[in-house]
């Protein structure tokens, strides 16, 4: 028998709390740094992805979430730095989901979010292409820090958790 549950979680006013929260300006701007920092790492260890970007230089990316905007130009050596914020982006990518909850099932899931693409299609088939193609190795950059086989321990105990959640995940789904 299904039955039908009789209230939501989180509670709509913590949802709506939440979605009014901004965070300050030195937060957004550490964050985005961060975020550049990140990109650039994983695409320095793939120079066939670098390669594809170099094609791209110059080139502007507005990625969008909520009120939650980054963006980022491509340089000539085909990673990212932050863009002005003037100007009209060469390609803009919206996130549709606007639920953080949604967005962390999908993740869990192993699913790619919703998005609305607007803008120049060869940017938008290399851009899809980093996203198909480029994986942070955690584990190699955990190895130099503490050595193959400890890094090698952890990243197994991440994957079984991993597939721990996306089977219950899939579960509570199936019982639905």
Same mark, same amino acid.
């Given at each position: 028998?299904?039955?039908?549950?009789?209230?939501?979680?989180?509670?709509?006013?913590?949802?709506?709390?939440?979605?009014?929260?901004?965070?300050?300006?030195?937060?957004?701007?550490? =964050?985005?740094?961060?975020?550049?920092? *990140?990109? !650039?790492?994983?695409?320095?260890?793939?120079?066939?992805?670098?390669?594809?970007?170099?094609?791209?230089?110059?080139?502007?990316?507005?990625?969008?979430?909520?009120? *939650?905007?980054?963006? #980022?130009?491509?340089?000539?050596?085909?990673?990212? &730095?932050? %863009? &002005?914020?003037?100007?009209?982006?060469?390609?803009?990518?919206?996130?549709?989901?606007?639920?953080?909850?949604?967005?962390?099932?999908?993740?869990?899931?192993?699913?790619?979010?919703? #998005?609305?693409?607007?803008?120049?299609?060869? #940017?938008?088939?290399? =851009? !899809?292409?980093?996203?198909?193609?480029?994986?942070?190795? %955690?584990?190699?950059?955990?190895?130099?820090?503490?050595?193959?086989?400890?890094?090698?321990?952890?990243?197994?105990?991440?994957?079984?958790? %991993?597939?721990?959640?996306?089977?219950?995940?899939?579960?509570?789904?199936?019982?639905?």
């Amino acid at each position: 028998m299904k039955s039908t549950p009789h209230f939501s979680f989180p509670p709509p006013f913590v949802t709506q709390f939440l979605g009014g929260l901004q965070p300050p300006a030195w937060m957004v701007d550490e =964050v985005q740094q961060r975020v550049v920092l *990140f990109l !650039n790492h994983v695409i320095m260890q793939e120079p066939q992805a670098q390669q594809r970007m170099v094609q791209q230089t110059g080139r502007v990316i507005l990625a969008q979430w909520r009120s *939650f905007n980054i963006r #980022l130009a491509v340089t000539p050596a085909g990673l990212f &730095d932050r %863009a &002005d914020e003037s100007g009209v982006p060469d390609l803009t990518l919206t996130v549709n989901d606007t639920s953080p909850l949604d967005l962390a099932r999908s993740a869990v899931r192993g699913e790619k979010p919703s #998005l609305r693409i607007e803008g120049d299609v060869q #940017l938008a088939a290399d =851009v !899809n292409w980093l996203i198909a193609n480029v994986r942070w190795d %955690a584990e190699e950059d955990l190895s130099r820090v503490v050595g193959d086989a400890p890094a090698h321990a952890v990243a197994s105990v991440g994957r079984r958790v %991993a597939e721990g959640l996306r089977s219950f995940v899939a579960e509570r789904r199936a019982s639905r």
